[in-house]
């Protein structure tokens, strides 16, 4: 509450832009029950326009599992935001950007059930609509750094700078205002 008091004045700013970018993470059996928990946003410019945290429905085996699943938890969303801008006259005329930090994921994303090893074979069919909708040109996964993962916000506890850094980017911040103001609230010196 009190970081929350402190900080009333700091707000979501969305600017437009042309491209659709999403990000997608998970965090890999971090439940009581070893289920993985999925983070997922998309911004359409600069600023958060769409942001969900949620506990995956299965277990899995791998982090690349989990951040599989997390895609396809995404894909719903990202296909019907596709769907409703096309649908207000947005010419969407390349790819939407799904951001990754997991290359194993990419690879199996892309590759689909052919490149499976013995380790990801019992994952369900569903798992690889992503592979068709990248196919068909309608998404692209693309390698993010962990630590730009804008994801990591809603599956992992961020602390000091990285909470700072991630939270300018989700709000569209000035970073140094940003942390000015999260030092504050520390109790911590000026910068």
Known sequence: MQYLQANKDITL????????????DSSYAVHPDMRSHSGIIMSL???????T???????????????????????GQIMWT?????????SIT???????DNKSTILLAENGKGSSSRRTKHLDVR????TDKIKKGDVRVSYCPTHEMIGDFFTKPLQGTQFVHMRSKILNL???????????????SKV
């Open 13 to 24: 700013t969305l600017e437009p832009g042309e491209q659709l970018n999403w990000w997608v």
């Open 53 to 75: 945290s949620c506990k995956q429905k299965l277990n899995t085996k791998s982090s690349t599992e989990a951040e599989l699943v997390a895609i396809d938890d995404a894909m």
């Open 82 to 90: 596709c769907n409703f801008l096309k649908g207000q006259g947005m």
């Open 127 to 130: 798992y690889f609509y992503v």
């Open 45 to 51: 410019g600069k600023g958060a326009a769409y942001s």
């Open 174 to 188: 000035p970073s140094d205002a940003s942390i000015t103001a999260h030092r504050s609230v520390l109790g911590k």
């Open 94 to 100: 390349t790819a939407t950007n799904i951001y990754q």
